[in-house]
């Protein structure tokens, strides 16, 4: 595959994954192109640990799936990522940003602009989405072969000074490099990020893969082989467009937005 098709296809995985174990071959890979990320002064701050024990998969399964029943059954989790939800395909061809809700619980459908609402809130209670929700992300974590923890030295990783921002950065450098990678061989990979948004949840995740006082635990990931045919989840989100480059992208000051390239043209800034 053509290196710039593995960009364009990169995406996040929302629903299972094949039982298959990730070969050795391939986690060696993975970890290959991880650490051939850049870091400031080569300090390679990164760190990771692979789990394939099902005793702890479960565990962090559980935890994954209790956390997302939590944080969607108190509302927060709406209320912190509200301006990203979109509620139809013209709204998200106009925004390019965000996630495109265009799945839902049958129940829920008729209600799809109220479901983010306090209103909605209640009715998804009432009806316990949130626990049906929590259970299926119990499920897909569950029946992950693989989950990947990633984690940063804390003698590189200072919160507050201007060096924390150069190790987060390689993190982020070399977690992309394992994510082209899982699109080249086959494999898919998401977040498990819902046990972030609950106190203390966290923390068990960092108990459970005993990590020392002297690595931070910053991210964890499931990971697979990707069915042929992939099955989507109750509540489900795309997110496949882009802003166009006028909308991110300046030329010589940011005040001179970069004109001529929304159509794949190669003009510059009119009069420049």
Same mark, same amino acid.
């Given at each position: ?56 998969? $479960?565990?962090? %399964?559980?935890? *994954?799936?209790? =956390? +997302?029943? /939590? &944080? #969607?059954? !108190? ?85 507050? $000074?201007?060096? %924390?921002?150069? *190790?987060?950065? =390689? +993190?982020? /450098? &070399? #977690?992309? !490099? ?95």
């Amino acid at each position: 595959m053509e290196f710039l098709d593995v960009v364009r296809r990169r995406k996040t995985t929302n629903g299972p994954f094949l039982p298959t174990p990730v070969s050795e071959a391939h986690q060696r890979l993975l970890m290959e192109v991880a650490g051939r990320a850049p870091s400031q002064l080569n300090s390679q701050p990164w760190r990771f640990v692979m789990i394939e024990d099902r005793a702890t998969i $479960e565990d962090v %399964a559980s935890i *994954s799936g209790g =956390s +997302m029943t /939590a &944080a #969607m059954s !108190n509302g927060t989790f709406f209320e912190r990522y509200k301006p990203y939800f979109r509620f139809s395909a013209e709204e998200m061809a106009t925004r390019r940003d965000g996630m495109l809700f265009d799945r839902l619980p049958p129940q829920l459908r008729p209600f799809t602009r109220q479901v983010f609402t306090r209103r909605g809130q209640r009715m998804m209670n009432a009806l316990r989405v949130p626990q049906k929700l929590g259970e299926e992300n119990r499920r897909l974590v569950a029946g992950s072969p693989l989950l990947l923890g990633v984690l940063l030295d804390r003698s590189e990783y200072r919160p507050g $000074e201007l060096s %924390a921002f150069y *190790s987060v950065f =390689s +993190m982020g /450098a &070399a #977690m992309e !490099n394992v994510w082209l990678t899982t699109v080249e061989l086959g494999m898919g990979i998401q977040f498990i990020s819902f046990p972030m948004e609950v106190p203390g949840r966290w923390e068990q995740i960092a108990g459970l893969l005993a990590v020392p006082d002297e690595l931070e635990l910053m991210a964890l990931y499931r990971l697979g082989y990707l069915p042929e045919e992939q099955r989507r989840p109750a509540i489900d989100w795309s997110s496949s467009e882009r802003k166009l480059p006028s909308q991110y992208v300046f030329r010589e000051t940011c005040a001179t937005p970069q004109q001529g390239w929304d159509d794949g043209g190669s003009g510059r800034p009119a009069g420049g």
